[in-house]
């Protein structure tokens, strides 16, 4: 196994390599990025609908008709996704920005609640605000959100491609007894 691993260097050294190309233009272009990651996921939920449509046409019961109306519903938003990316784009940020600023307000409260038990609570109550802050920032400026999102994919691409390159990289160094490259 480790002789196939280190013959095979190239494998996780190139597809480092790729990964820290895709986490620039990532980071370069953020609405392109989150485009084309939105076509893949209207591409999956295509998949996805008509494996559960398929499903309630094969099965019999009650329940086939909601896993024959859910692949439906799974199609119809994935054909949406495909016809207006940008607001599909818009439309999911401004759910994570809805959720941060639910979260965050919680947090906030809970940390205010824990006031007399601890000395500790600020710390929730100040991370609570920001996150509902940073919340309302992405309900109000959404394609903030979707750029915001795009570079810190393209930031874990960088690092993880960054990674495998290494890794690759040092498998080259350490063929097995014949192979080793000469000095």
């Given at each position: 196994?480790?002789?196939?691993?280190?013959?095979s260097?190239?494998?996780?050294?190139?597809?480092?390599?790729?990964?820290?190309?895709?986490?620039?233009?990532?980071?370069?272009?953020?609405?392109?990025?989150?485009?084309?990651?939105?076509?893949?996921?209207?591409?999956?939920?295509?998949?996805?609908?008509?494996?559960?449509?398929?499903?309630?046409?094969?099965?019999?019961?009650?329940?086939?008709?909601?896993?024959?109306a859910?692949?439906?519903?799974l199609?119809?938003?994935?054909?949406?996704?495909?016809?207006?990316?940008?607001?599909?784009?818009?439309?999911?940020?401004?759910?994570?920005?809805?959720?941060?600023?639910?979260?965050?307000?919680?947090?906030?409260?809970?940390?205010?609640?824990?006031?007399?038990?601890?000395?500790?609570?600020?710390?929730?109550?100040?991370?609570?605000?920001?996150?509902?802050?940073?919340?309302?920032?992405?309900?109000?400026?959404?394609?903030?959100?979707?750029?915001?999102?795009?570079?810190?994919?393209?930031?874990?691409?960088?690092?993880?491609?960054?990674?495998?390159?290494?890794?690759?990289?040092?498998?080259?160094?350490?063929?097995?007894?014949?192979?080793?490259?000469?000095?």
């Open positions: 196994m480790f002789s196939f691993l280190s013959r260097w190239w494998l996780p050294f190139a597809s480092g390599i790729a990964a820290i190309i895709f986490g620039l233009l990532a980071i370069i272009m953020p609405g392109t990025t989150i485009s084309l990651l939105l076509m893949l996921f209207a591409i999956f939920l295509i998949v996805q609908g008509a494996g559960l449509v398929w499903s309630a046409y094969k099965s019999e019961g009650p329940g086939s008709i909601a896993l024959g859910t692949g439906v519903v199609i119809v938003f994935a054909i949406w996704t495909l016809a207006a990316t940008d607001s599909a784009a818009e439309l999911l940020v401004t759910i994570m920005g809805i959720w941060a600023l639910a979260i965050g307000v919680a947090t906030a409260l809970a940390g205010y609640g824990i006031r007399n038990r601890t000395d500790q609570w600020t710390l929730p109550l100040i991370g609570g605000i920001i996150m509902a802050l940073a919340g309302i920032l992405v309900i109000i400026k959404p394609w903030t959100g979707v750029a915001a999102i795009a570079i810190t994919i393209g930031v874990g691409a960088i690092l993880w491609g960054g990674l495998m390159a290494s890794i690759g990289w040092s498998l080259k160094s350490i063929l097995p007894g014949d192979e080793a490259p000469r000095k």
